[in-house]
């Protein structure tokens, strides 16, 4: 029986953007789908939902996911940014490193005065 990761990675619902057309994904940062999880973890769902596999990597790449907002009304603002800038649909839109994804984080928390 695999385990819950295996599973919820298999259903292709936390696929990226760059996942999703696999020409353009180059062992860069967030291809994997770990961002795309962020995404589940806060809202409860995933970005992008669709019927079978084909129409959901159609659905992943071209198709904007709906703002988590409006899944958990309890979101930060400029938190919510930072999680749809990770799941943009042009490379160049998204954080190119993990450090950049970092400073933003710290930013924020700074800015809403709590402690990294």
Same mark, same amino acid.
């Given at each position: 029986?695999? +385990? #819950?990761?295996?599973?919820? #990675? ?5 696929? $990226? ?6 020409? #353009? ?6 291809? +994997?789908?770990? &961002? ?16 079978? &596999? ?7 790449? +071209?198709? =904007? ?7 958990? &009304? #309890? ?8 999680? &749809? ?7 160049? +839109? $998204?954080?190119? =490193?993990? !450090? ?8 924020? !928390? ?7």
């Amino acid at each position: 029986m695999p +385990d #819950s990761a295996h599973v919820v #990675s298999s259903t292709g619902h936390h696929l $990226r953007p760059a996942a999703a057309d696999v020409r #353009s994904c180059r062992r860069r940062f967030g291809c +994997d789908g770990r &961002l795309a999880t962020v995404y589940a973890l806060l809202t409860g769902r995933p970005p992008v939902e669709g019927g079978n &596999l084909p129409e959901l990597i159609m659905k992943i790449r +071209d198709e =904007e996911p709906q703002r988590p907002k409006e899944f958990q &009304l #309890s979101i930060d603002d400029m938190f919510e940014g930072v999680v &749809l800038r990770m799941l943009a649909k042009r490379p160049e +839109d $998204r954080f190119q =490193e993990p !450090a950049d994804l970092v400073t933003e984080l710290e930013r924020i !928390a700074m800015f809403q005065n709590l402690e990294v």
